[in-house]
């Protein structure tokens, strides 16, 4: 039997029906219209649960911005992205839909869209309701080069040879970008680190790529290695003028809306703290976790920029702020641990690409005026592919049937009415290494070794575990014993149940 979205959502009409009241009666404009609230979502990139200091008393990190947020907004302390790596969370946070049902793995600096046309997206549901909506920043979901292709390339022999700067017509538009998914306007370089090293407004690169990729024309990285993948660059490229430029844009965005009649959606998707670790000098000893720590710094303050924005026109008591990251932090965060004492995963096990809590538990805080109560902490279990299904809640959207499949509307917890909604999560970054969480337990099936995990493990003080493996994570939240000999009805029962979720949806909420 299939579960749909539409179920899961009736069954709690009751609660969700006195929430919806609330939030649209906190947000009515002149007469009887309702004025929607403007949404900004701060995406970091790679930023560990353990980073902020209100997750992890040993954090070596100030974040005065993101501290802020929690003591005015609902932080919640068991948030989770979709996966433990990049394109399949950003993929199911813009769609509501888990990744796994259509794939693992990230796409590459000339992938073609990840994003099927007939899918769905929050930029396009808010754009139906009359939203203006902006991407700024990181995209990953690929893009249509193949279309602009120069017919007259010939590439190199070889495997793996990179595309030159003659490959492309530069001065084509590139479709199937972020203006092809339901965004009016769109500032990206795509990803940091892969090609094309160039900047891309709306559906056009600004610069036409000249040169190879050459990072010693940069002034030298800060922390661990570039990772840059080689291909086009645009003369004049420079990487530490990723965050500033960004986050100028976005400021010059949000400001733009101050006499708009339309409610606005920013996405902004910051390329950190993410390898190249790359602080700008002014950011140098800002933290004392190095180099990263800085740019985590540089990530708080560059966010800040744009909540003074929306302060600046007037917007603070009618916009909704979202801050959360992708995934877990890179395995950089070993030698940081053992150097400067800061554990980017705080007490979780593990980092990115696991499947271990470290991999996919992020930071996870919500805003909205006049429905979270200010400083609140909620231990309900939140995935980002219910930030849909809560938004259209809020707007009064209803989601087609087959859209946004997987998400729950939380706006029972936002408003305080009730502790929570979501009771099971199915936890996957690759292909057949699934886990299936329902309340305190978790099962991980097939565990994936993660090729940095093991000199953490020692360091940590984690046991080595492979396999199967069952957890209480009420009793164990950093999964250092394996249950599984111990409970193999539970295991089974949650096998059970992440056979029927992966064949269907989740299972409705008890009417």
Request: glycine share 10%; proline share 7%; charged share 25%.
């Amino acid at each position: 039997m299939k579960f749909s979205l539409s179920s899961h959502l009736q069954a709690g009409m009751t609660v969700c029906g006195m929430a919806l009241f609330l939030t649209l009666s906190l947000h009515m404009a002149k007469g009887s219209e309702i004025q929607m609230p403007n949404i900004v979502i701060l995406y970091a990139d790679d930023m560990g649960h353990g980073d902020l200091g209100v997750q992890n008393a040993n954090s070596k990190i100030p974040t005065p911005t993101f501290d802020k947020l929690v003591e005015e907004g609902m932080r919640f302390t068991d948030g989770h992205s979709s996966s433990g790596i990049c394109t399949p969370s950003r993929y199911a946070l813009l769609t509501g839909r888990h990744h796994w049902r259509k794939f693992h793995g990230i796409t590459h600096g000339f992938s073609p869209s990840i994003i099927d046309q007939e899918q769905l997206t929050l930029p396009e549901m808010l754009q139906a309701k009359g939203y203006h909506t902006a991407q700024v920043g990181k995209w990953h979901l690929g893009m249509g080069w193949n279309q602009i292709q120069n017919p007259d390339y010939v590439p190199a022999k070889g495997k793996k040879k990179a595309y030159t700067p003659d490959a492309f017509l530069w001065d084509k538009q590139v479709p199937g970008g972020p203006l092809a998914h339901g965004f009016d306007y769109s500032f990206t370089d795509c990803v940091i680190n892969f090609p094309p090293y160039t900047w891309l407004e709306n559906d056009k690169v600004l610069k036409a790529p000249d040169i190879m990729m050459d990072s010693k024309l940069w002034k030298p990285i800060k922390e661990g290695k570039w990772e840059c993948r080689p291909g086009p660059m645009a003369t004049g490229w420079d990487p530490y003028e990723n965050i500033p430029t960004l986050t100028e844009k976005a400021v010059t965005y949000i400001k733009r809306q101050e006499n708009s009649d339309k409610p606005f959606f920013l996405y902004f998707a910051l390329p950190s703290p993410h390898a190249p670790i790359i602080p700008n000098d002014e950011f140098d000893g800002k933290s004392q976790a190095g180099p990263y720590g800085d740019f985590i710094y540089e990530t708080d303050q560059a966010c800040g920029q744009l909540i003074e924005a929306i302060e600046a026109i007037g917007e603070t008591e009618n916009t909704v702020i979202i801050f959360t990251a992708d995934n877990g932090s890179e395995h950089y965060m070993t030698a940081r641990f053992e150097k400067f004492d800061h554990n980017s995963s705080g007490e979780l096990r593990g980092m990115k690409r696991d499947t271990w809590e470290g991999g996919h538990r992020v930071p996870f805080v919500i805003k909205w005026p006049g429905v979270t109560e200010a400083g609140t902490v909620s231990d309900a279990l939140i995935s980002q592919v219910d930030i849909m299904a809560t938004i259209a809640t809020a707007i009064g959207y209803e989601l087609p049937e087959g859209q946004g499949e997987d998400g729950y509307d939380m706006m029972p917890v936002l408003s305080g009415k009730a502790d929570s909604i979501r009771d099971s999560l199915v936890i996957n970054t690759w292909k057949d290494h699934y886990g299936m969480r329902q309340g305190d337990w978790v099962l991980l099936m097939n565990v994936k070794k993660n090729r940095s995990f093991k000199d953490y493990e020692a360091k940590a003080g984690f046991p080595p575990i492979q396999g199967d493996a069952l957890f209480n994570l009420t009793d164990d939240l950093g999964q250092r014993k394996n249950l599984i000999d111990q409970y193999p009805e539970k295991a089974a029962q949650l096998e059970s149940l992440l056979k029927q979720v992966r064949e269907g949806s989740y299972p409705p909420l008890d009417s």
